[in-house]
């Protein structure tokens, strides 16, 4: 018997507004959204694919009441595909995310950054072919 990962479930506070966010960033679309819930992803997902074998998991935006009221014990990690680490923050910052500090220190090759409603993520090293 096993299971799959098949979407990671991220509470706030407008989910349309970070699902929209957060399409922009991955470049995804939305595929599901009913009352006080967004899903978005690559791909859209069938019962057949996921048995068949791992495919990248969805981000499902679910409304909650509370704030949040500390440092995420999980969080994302994502690389520019076509661009520099620095063109990427960049244009993220543009969408609405900041920079900020949770105590990763300066002489790091990453840059933390925080979504529209304060959930951190990462900015990576760029995977854009070097020339």
Do not use: Y
Not at 29 to 40: M, N, T
């Amino acid at each position: 018997m096993t299971s799959r990962f098949t979407e990671l479930a991220v509470d706030c506070h407008e989910p349309e507004r970070l699902a929209a966010f957060w399409c922009e960033v991955l470049d995804f679309k939305v595929i599901d959204r009913s009352e006080g819930k967004v899903e978005i992803g690559s791909w859209v997902p069938t019962v057949e694919d996921v048995r068949a074998r791992q495919m990248p998991p969805t981000l499902l935006f679910i409304k909650v009441p509370e704030g949040k009221t500390a440092k995420n014990r999980l969080h994302l990690d994502v690389s520019p595909i076509d661009g520099s680490t620095e063109d990427e923050v960049t244009r993220l910052l543009g969408l609405g995310a900041t920079k900020t500090d949770v105590g990763q220190g300066s002489d790091r090759n990453w840059v933390v950054m925080a979504d529209p409603e304060g959930n951190e993520f990462d900015v990576l090293r760029t995977l854009a072919p070097q020339t």
